[in-house]
């Protein structure tokens, strides 16, 4: 049988606004290096993202523990497809120590899809959160976590470990999963992030999708609403890109104006953080934005507070 990956399909020409520079920078040097000498893979270079540059030079990286092997085909996705590697014990530390090297104050933490592992590896995630806390305590810790489809158990692995951010992309509408993400499931996916908010209701939660494949806006609109419906806090959209021609195309290039509308959009359906424009990944400028994530939600406690008794007398 003929899978996507064997049949090419040639790229749409890429528009002025999603274009971005080779990276050049000693940073970004530096900081390949140091992912080198810890044996780490990041998802910056396994999923060719366009951004790897401006982050490096930064010094921020999102670190892809378990392997670089995912046990999921799903058709947007670079990382390499196979039987995965054994969990390297000494990935936990190894993960902490570059966090604490960095000096990293936010760290996005994500994986494979380990469907391999008894657990999906949720004890992995837990011992990599933990092992920052010890190395970098003031760091703040969010992960991208798989959906631990049929792993009972694994999702509270996690939350117990407590990150600060729990960050699950839901990729695409619904209609385009057996297409794009065929090893997913939409309403699972949406049920693992209301979990997250019914066992730890101070863990911020977080969803992403790409556009550009086929969805309309209405679809989009739908997507927020459940989101909002499993009381997801912080929701991303960027602009999917064609890793390979054994890839999904690019049906559209959506342009910056839509991704606006989108914005304004969710702000009014209530999420406290929406990050919308063509290059919009789930790890761009996640320490910049979990710090807007802290403010609104302060915010939003400070306004539903009851007024104390003289305010209420003086009005």
Excluded at 65 to 89: Q, S, Y
Aim: hydrophobic letters at 40%; a neutral charge.
């Amino acid at each position: 049988m003929e899978s996507f990956h064997d049949k090419e399909v040639a790229p749409l020409r890429k528009p002025d606004w999603i274009r971005v520079k080779a990276p050049t920078s000693q940073e970004f040097e530096e900081t390949r290096a140091l992912m080198r000498s810890k044996s780490l893979v990041t998802v910056c270079e396994e999923a060719a993202c366009p951004n790897i540059g401006e982050c490096w030079k930064k010094k921020h990286a999102t670190m892809m523990i378990m392997g670089e092997i995912c046990t999921r085909a799903c058709r947007f996705c670079n990382v390499k497809t196979g039987k995965p590697n054994r969990l390297d014990p000494n990935e936990p530390q190894n993960v902490a120590d570059a966090v604490a090297s960095m000096g990293l104050n936010h760290v996005v933490i994500t994986s494979v899809d380990r469907d391999d592992l008894e657990d999906g590896g949720a004890a992995h995630f837990a011992k990599v959160i933990r092992a920052i806390r010890d190395a970098a305590p003031f760091s703040t810790i969010e992960v991208l976590t798989p959906d631990f489809r049929h792993k009972q158990g694994a999702l509270e692995v996690v939350v117990e470990a407590r990150p600060d951010v729990f960050n699950h992309n839901l990729e695409t509408v619904p209609r385009l999963y057996n297409a794009i993400r065929p090893g997913a499931r939409y309403f699972g996916s949406l049920q693992l992030l209301a979990r997250v908010k019914e066992l730890d209701p101070s863990i911020f939660t977080k969803s992403g999708i790409m556009v550009g494949l086929g969805e309309d806006r209405q679809e989009v609109l739908n997507l927020m609403d459940d989101l909002r419906a499993a009381d997801v806090d912080f929701m991303t959209i960027g602009q999917y890109l064609q890793p390979t021609p054994r890839h999904a195309k690019v049906e559209r290039f959506v342009p910056p104006d839509e991704f606006e509308d989108y914005a304004r959009m969710g702000r009014a359906k209530g999420f406290l953080l929406v990050a919308s424009s063509p290059l919009t990944r789930s790890s761009y400028h996640a320490d910049r934005d979990f710090y807007a994530l802290r403010r609104a939600r302060d915010e939003q406690l400070r306004a539903a507070a009851p007024l104390p008794c003289s305010a209420k007398d003086s009005g």
